[in-house]
């Protein structure tokens, strides 16, 4: 017998009493309220791009990585002018390429990049191809343009600058970063003074503005670049800016609101070719280098910046002549030794003689456009309370120039500032010279030079490497070169300063030893 499957319970019957309502009729809706009711328009939804899909491996390899030391000193320098230069082969190209990539992602950043030449300007965008579409993905090359453009908006313009007139190429321009690179390729200064005035951003871009050059020792521009970058501070130590012509620190003009203060600093970052284990290593490259004359061995091998062909003093080397300033014994024989000129410079070397005869400069002075009577004060307030055994002046100041009052010696005299006449007879300045030469080797016995000059006397230490020689008399120097302070230090060496025994003042000695008997010393 089948039986019945029971019925599932509706849900109208599972509900208690109670709860039952009946359903009431819905009225059709009127016509009328039908088209009452407003038609919504339809919306535009617009399709949103999806990101790409990142490559994690892909994304951690490693593009560019500086070296330890110099190159990862310069990429991350933070003053606004910086120099990477010396040896060859210290990464510097590559350094220069990476700088401006820490921009790249700003749109405001508007940088260019400048080499001397369109030739040398073709290596540089060569290696910037193998390098930026790998670091920057969706970054473009306008080959017309010259302009690597990134996905953000930011760009680097590489272009040329071959004379001074190319300037005005980039005249009403706006860039956040300039690199110049081989920076002494340019003989003057004017192109890179001249970009600066170029570096401007807004507020809100949140960028510094940079300049950053890289080179090697030697070229028409050594001189200046090394007057810049090279000698006001030791290597590796930024420093306030200073201006070219006076040596003075380049302040904010009369008016504005921070008048007086320093403008921005400038630091000189040094590297060889050991800086770069990439091409140090096998030591082919290095030996490349050591087969070169020796001056452009010195500048490319050694990065030497105190060297150049045709130099009158080779020998000198800043780790041997030059040493730390130090306070000179009283008991020193101190001297002064000067080379005026009043539309040119005035030269003013101060020297000491230590108990072994050694020479030291340990002071210097280099001013222009000074009459002679206003150098005598300047003289005497800088000295104080020093004791000057005797100043050794240019004989020609003696000499009364068409007017019947005192020479310009006799000004300064009268001021209290003594001098007597420097050697100026026949031979003397070959003389001179030669006597210079003695004093910069080096005593086998001591292993000292018979002169070093203190790291505060900026000017002598950069004016005398750089002197040349004369070319129709090799025995003499250029007189044409700056020489204001190589003649001074020729008065002063033609002196024969000596230092003797009844010199030595035992209670002021800087041994600190204090002697009962200040005669005899015991």
Not at 184 to 202: D, E, G, M
Not at 417 to 438: E, F, L, M, T, Y
Request: overall charge neutral; glycine content about 6%.
């Amino acid at each position: 017998m089948r039986r019945k499957k029971p019925e599932s319970p509706s849900i109208s019957n599972s509900l208690p009493r109670s709860t039952k309502k009946p359903l009431k009729k819905s009225k059709p809706l009127k016509q009328e309220s039908l088209e009452s009711v407003p038609t919504p328009e339809p919306q535009r939804v617009y399709a949103t791009a999806l990101p790409e899909q990142i490559d994690t491996v892909k994304a951690q390899e490693v593009i560019f990585k500086p070296n330890p030391g110099p190159q990862t000193d310069f990429l991350s320098a933070g003053e606004q002018e910086a120099l990477y230069g010396g040896a060859a082969g210290g990464g510097k190209s590559y350094a220069m390429l990476a700088d401006p990539v820490r921009n790249f992602n700003n749109p405001y950043a508007k940088q260019l990049l400048v080499r001397r030449s369109t030739e040398e300007l073709r290596e540089l965008i060569s290696v910037s191809k193998q390098l930026y579409p790998k670091a920057i993905p969706g970054i473009k090359w306008l080959e017309r343009d010259k302009t690597w453009v990134a996905p953000s908006g930011a760009s680097l313009w590489m272009s040329y600058l071959d004379s001074d007139d190319d300037v005005l190429r980039y005249q009403g321009q706006a860039f956040t970063w300039v690199g110049f690179d081989e920076l002494t390729q340019w003989p003057t200064p004017y192109a890179w003074n001249y970009l600066r005035s170029r570096l401007r951003t807004t507020k809100e871009s949140g960028l510094k503005l940079y300049q950053r050059a890289t080179t090697n020792p030697g070229g028409p521009g050594m001189q200046w670049v090394k007057k810049m970058f090279v000698d006001p501070a030791p290597p590796g130590t930024p420093f306030w800016a200073t201006d070219l012509d006076s040596g003075e620190v380049i302040t904010w003009p009369k008016g504005h609101s921070r008048a007086g203060d320093p403008l921005f600093k400038r630091r000189f970052i040094p590297a060889t070719l050991f800086d770069n284990p990439y091409l140090a290593e096998d030591g082919l490259y290095e030996a490349n280098l050591l087969s070169m004359p020796e001056h452009l061995r010195k500048q490319l091998l050694e990065g030497n910046w105190d060297v150049n062909e045709g130099a009158a003093f080779p020998e000198f080397n800043r780790k041997t002549h030059v040493c730390e300033a130090f306070e000179v014994p009283r008991s020193w024989v101190k001297f002064r030794a000067a080379d005026y000129g009043y539309g040119s410079y005035t030269g003013v070397l101060w020297l000491a003689v230590a108990p072994t005869g050694q020479l030291f400069v340990y002071r210097e002075l280099y001013v222009s456009k000074v009459t002679a009577e206003d150098l005598a004060d300047m003289i005497l307030e800088i000295e104080g309370d020093d004791r000057i055994r005797y100043g050794v002046l240019d004989s020609s100041l003696w000499h009364n120039r068409g007017d019947r009052g005192p020479s310009l010696a006799e000004q300064m005299i009268k001021r209290g500032c003594k001098w007597r006449p420097a050697d100026r007879s026949k031979g003397s300045r070959v003389a001179g010279k030669n006597k210079i030469h003695q004093l910069l080797q080096v005593d086998p016995y001591s292993e000292e030079p018979g002169i070093q000059i203190m790291d505060n006397c900026t000017q002598l230490i950069s004016q005398l490497p750089a002197i040349p020689l004369d070319k129709r008399n090799p025995e003499d120097v250029d007189t044409n070169a700056e020489d204001h302070l190589y003649d001074a230090l020729r008065y002063a060496v033609m002196t024969r300063p000596k230092s003797h025994l009844f010199d030595y003042d035992p209670a002021a000695s800087r041994s600190g030893f204090q002697a009962s008997d200040n005669t005899f010393g015991y």
